[in-house]
């Protein structure tokens, strides 16, 4: 019990800061090259720790969020998390999520493919290298930064219990 | 630290059609008019998004200070070097009137202010609202310029703030000269035909030629702006022709976006009123 309400705390502060994170520096990450999707990693985070239902309403939530603050996509980024809400919290249940290096693999393949979607429902079509290598990029840095902040996230839970 | 895992056949049902209507209401709202879009959108960015935005438009406003900063530095020292360079000019220019009995040179008064664009219209803004000291009272019409060149005109004023029309306005007119003064003539704002807003020198003499890249300043008549200050490049004869004079189109030096800071000249008029010639002829005789 103790366990489970140590990791809510953690796991929702952390998805927090990572959400508030990446509105704040949105137009920052617009511009870079490369830069991680911390809006894309913290739902692939909380599906970890969401039944399949309630990780699509988060992910309505937030591509609608995402919609108002990029002025387009109004709908395609809320089906598109949806549907990337939805399916991350059901891959995590057939893919064993304990193993050891499974979040790290998780975030990169569910950002890759998440990138490559919102790219697609954009505004102006991607070039194949920005979707591959950009996308590829983005996606190992997201799970880089993300996946770094579950282990803290996991270290902290289990040093308290 | 374990994740949560799948759970009961029924609460998978249920989790399932939760998802679906999320996906047919994202369908709905992106079949929705353009309208109804952007008053969603407009709604969450004045609510939950607020203080997001407010904080990127602080972060901008910081980026663009420290750049102002750098860029008035590097004015600053080219300011200084020419002051440096004119202080022989004008002991020279003060002994050389002194000896041909001119009287002494009427020195420009400029109050600095800032230049706060108005709302755009298609996307160009034309007027401005000009702050500056409480105690400072233009002469309007008042010219507006920046340390390049001609920023427009400064059409009310009022305890230190007014209202201007930047020079992209249809009912800004400037008289300018070539630095020889070999040609002058009416400027205006002109929309040429790629919509980019240029400008257009009228009323040049049929027989007079002006080379593209020669600088256009104004000539000081009028009296809403001083003479000399620099306002744009000739680019080439326009088609335009009426009568026994032609016309040429004119790149500006100052565009409306780039200015932030102007300076308002405060003469009012460069020429002479009857009285102050007379009294100034009498005193050289």
Redesign the interface.
């Known amino acids: 019990m103790e366990t489970e309400r140590s990791t809510w705390v953690w796991s929702g502060f952390s998805i927090v800061l990572l959400l508030i994170l990446h509105f704040l520096f949105r137009p920052l990450f617009v511009r870079l090259p490369l830069a991680p999707n911390l809006l894309v990693g913290a739902l692939l985070l909380a599906t970890l720790h969401l039944r399949a239902g309630h990780a699509a309403f988060l992910g309505f939530s937030l591509g609608i969020l995402e919609a108002a603050m990029a002025l387009e996509g109004m709908g395609w980024y809320a089906l598109a998390l949806t549907v990337i809400g939805y399916v991350g919290a059901r891959s995590r249940d057939l893919l064993f999520a304990d193993a050891r290096f499974y979040v790290f693999g998780y975030l990169f393949v569910g950002t890759w493919l998440a990138e490559s979607v919102l790219l697609l429902l954009g505004t102006s079509p991607p070039g194949l290298v920005r979707l591959f290598v950009g996308g590829g990029a983005d996606a190992l840095l997201t799970a880089l930064v993300c996946g770094g902040v579950e282990a803290m996230t996991a270290s902290l839970v289990d040093r308290q219990v | 630290?374990?994740?949560?895992?799948?759970?009961r056949p029924e609460?998978?049902r249920?989790?399932?059609?939760?998802?679906a209507a999320?996906?047919f209401?994202?369908?709905?709202?992106?079949?929705?008019s353009l309208d109804s879009?952007l008053s969603?959108?407009e709604v969450?960015?004045s609510s939950?998004?607020a203080p997001?935005l407010g904080?990127?438009s602080m972060?901008?406003r910081g980026a663009d200070l420290s750049e102002q900063v750098t860029t008035l530095t590097i004015e600053r020292e080219a300011l200084a070097a020419r002051v440096l360079e004119a202080a022989d000019l004008e002991l020279e220019n003060q002994q050389l009137r002194a000896i041909t009995g001119l009287p002494g040179r009427r020195i420009s008064e400029f109050a600095v202010g800032e230049v706060i664009p108005g709302a755009p219209e298609a996307g160009v803004s034309h007027s401005f609202l000009f702050r500056t000291r409480a105690d400072v009272v233009p002469v309007t019409p008042a010219g507006i310029s920046a340390p390049d060149g001609i920023v427009g005109v400064l059409r009310t004023a009022h305890r230190g703030s007014g209202l201007g029309e930047f020079w992209t306005h249809p009912d800004f007119r400037v008289g300018v000269r070539t630095p020889t003064g070999s040609a002058t003539g009416i400027l205006r704002s002109f929309l040429a035909p790629g919509g980019e807003t240029m400008m257009l020198l009228e009323g040049i003499p049929f027989q007079t030629d002006i080379p593209a890249g020669t600088l256009l300043v104004t000539s000081g008549i009028g009296g809403v702006h001083p003479a000399g200050v620099p306002v744009g490049r000739v680019v080439e004869e326009a088609e335009s022709r009426s009568g026994w004079s032609h016309s040429f189109l004119v790149e500006p030096i100052v565009r409306p976006g780039q200015v932030r800071v102007g300076l308002v000249w405060l003469v009012g008029s460069v020429l002479p009123s009857q009285d102050s010639s007379a009294a100034e002829a009498r005193g050289g005789d």
């Open positions: 630290m374990r994740y949560l895992t799948v759970g609460s998978q249920r989790d399932l059609v939760l998802a999320l996906a209401f994202s369908l709905f709202l992106a079949g929705l879009r969603i959108t969450l960015r939950i998004l997001f904080a990127q972060f901008a």
